[in-house]
């Protein structure tokens, strides 16, 4: 098997939203420091937004809202457990973020000369309309205009610590196996979050909601290097497009159209949320739907172009295929498979206002990070702020190559087992079994004896997975690092859940052996690490990081944000 080393300033694991943003802002912050980028796909079109988008999520319009508003809305949405520095700092440069891409071509239209402010929170509107079916090619082709390395086609599968700080990682080319060693003085870790978690109800291994090849590689790096990591127990699923999982409430509730339940009634009145919709189907008033038939043809068009074009082309031929015209059918809506994520959620590795992870040198951004709920805006943004940071950091360090000799034989050692394993299961097969028993066991309704089978049951899974799969060319190997990845998530996250001894954020978090939300004890965010003596997850609780004074106790709520 082919090895290859590299050197570089600054090692960025995940081409997408976050991670093309650090590779453009640590160019600019210093032209001269080598960056170096692994993908797991091709970096022109990857990540979760790797064509078009309709808005930006979060944005602090002057005149509009300010930064402590959406602190406040952040909160709320998050019932109470967020670091408030991360999402300050975020909604802070949100404004200065958007002038930025509108001078780079990114289109935000105008209406009457001013810009669409939408209201998808609690309290005030900060998703700011965007048109701009190309905005991942403006980006690439941006970055292809500096000396950026970029190595498409590229898993991460270790990091490299020495000496209690980052020194690089290690990744494997996807299509031809060669290891690749990259010895680094800061690391960047933006490969999202685990979208690969549960199974869809429909049968597939994944809709279209979020980017399949994010496996949360960058979760199980961060805990195997010993960062800490936090909001595990948050296991994200959505009500949206049933049979494709594709959005579809922001763009059209914000729009005019009606949401009802089985029985006709009207759900859009108020602050509809995705908490209140998932209840109305588990009580049995499902499936949802959104209707449109009562709009004009010049918003149902408008409608159509975001979704066609902008958003989620592959939704067109859906609709086509079911014979659904938006003027006379209505639009059935269905529960999602489980996610872990930081951009809708708020699981991800521990980060402070300067995207600094608990490990020196290990920096992190987009849905891999903890920046609750930051959508496009918190990916866009940290980047950035990961960027600048890194780049302050690598001046510090000397380029002294690490010793990456244990790593590497680690991970060859795991390939010669699934090579020369005489197991007739398919790793398709396996990755599929193992996402049925997450459904199964770690998903909610939640109790002590679901979890403790969870944990157990992940755990054979992850002995079996060196002894029961078949591996017979590249392809494969890269499969099974993946669901390496995926076990490794549902151990950490049925333990986060099993020690969150309350119910909290609806059905992302109910306990039905603990019914009740428990503020005195729980409001506070729960961190996971590696214990390095029982290499075992440990789990601590912690106060959230306050920065502003906004009270103690909040009402949760979950917007319509998708």
Not at 97 to 116: A, R, S, T
Not at 121 to 139: C, D, F, Q, R, S
Not at 265 to 270: I, K, S
Request: glycine content about 10%; some cysteine.
């Amino acid at each position: 098997m082919k090895t290859s080393v590299i050197s570089t300033d600054i090692l960025i694991i995940g081409g997408g939203s976050a991670g093309i943003m650090a590779a453009l802002r640590s160019k600019e912050a210093n032209p001269d420091q080598r960056v170096v980028v692994f993908e797991k796909g091709h970096m022109k079109y990857s990540g979760c937004i790797p064509r078009g988008m309709d808005a930006l999520n979060i944005v602090t319009v002057p005149g509009v809202a300010t930064p402590e508003d959406y602190v406040d809305d952040a909160v709320l949405g998050c019932d109470g457990v967020l670091d408030e520095g991360p999402s300050y700092e975020m909604a802070k440069r949100s404004w200065p973020l958007m002038q930025k891409l509108i001078e780079w071509g990114v289109n935000f239209p105008k209406y009457d000369g001013e810009y669409e402010v939408v209201k998808a929170h609690a309290k005030k509107g900060y998703t700011v309309t965007m048109k701009e079916p190309n905005l991942k090619t403006i980006l690439y082709e941006r970055l292809q205009k500096t000396d950026c390395i970029v190595l498409n086609r590229t898993m991460a599968l270790e990091l490299i610590v020495e000496d209690g700080r980052m020194a690089g990682a290690i990744g494997m080319n996807i299509r031809t196996g060669e290891i690749i060693i990259c010895n680094a003085k800061a690391v960047i870790v933006s490969s999202g979050g685990c979208a690969r978690f549960g199974l869809p109800p429909n049968g597939y291994l994944y809709g279209v909601y979020d980017c399949p090849a994010n496996t949360g590689d960058g979760y199980n790096l961060a805990y195997r290097a010993g960062a800490e990591l936090t909001g595990l127990e948050y296991t994200l699923h959505y009500y949206i497009i049933k049979d494709i999982s594709s959005p579809l409430l922001y763009i059209t509730l914000t729009r005019g159209a009606q949401l009802l339940n089985a029985f006709d009634e009207r759900l859009d009145f108020g602050h509809p949320s995705i908490k209140s919709i998932i209840k109305e189907h588990t009580d049995g008033k499902g499936y949802s739907r959104i209707r449109m038939s009562h709009l004009s043809e010049e918003k149902i068009k408008s409608i159509e172009d975001i979704l066609f074009t902008t958003e989620k082309p592959a939704c067109e031929r859906f609709f086509e295929g079911r014979g659904i015209n938006f003027r006379e059918s209505d639009i059935e809506l269905g529960p999602t498979e489980t996610y872990l994520c930081g951009g809708h959620g708020i699981t991800g590795i521990v980060v402070n206002e300067k995207a600094e992870a608990s490990i020196p040198g290990l920096y992190a951004a987009g849905d891999v990070a903890n920046v609750g709920r930051g959508h496009l805006s918190g990916a866009f943004v940290f980047g950035e702020i990961a960027a600048e940071t890194a780049t302050e950091y690598v001046k510090t360090v000397s380029n002294e190559l690490a010793d990456s000799t244990g790593y590497v034989d680690t991970i060859k050692e795991k390939i010669e087992k699934w090579q020369n394993t005489e197991a007739e299961v398919s790793i398709e097969e396996f990755e599929y079994k193992t996402r049925r028993l997450i459904g199964e066991f770690l998903t909610a309704p939640k109790n002590e004896y679901k979890l403790n089978r969870g944990i157990e049951t992940m755990q054979g899974m992850q002995k079996e997975l060196f002894k029961k799969i078949r591996v017979n060319r590249v392809h494969d190997l890269v499969k099974a690092f993946e669901v390496e990845s995926i076990i490794s998530c549902g151990i950490l996250s049925a333990t986060a859940s099993k020690e969150r001894k309350e119910s909290r954020w609806g059905s992302w978090h109910y306990r039905s052996d603990y019914p009740n939300k428990d503020d005195s004890n729980f409001q506070k965010l729960l961190i996971v690490k590696k214990d390095e003596n029982t290499r075992l997850p440990s789990v601590t609780l912690r106060d959230p990081q306050k920065v502003l004074n906004i009270g103690e106790n909040f009402e949760g709520r979950v917007s319509v944000h998708e």
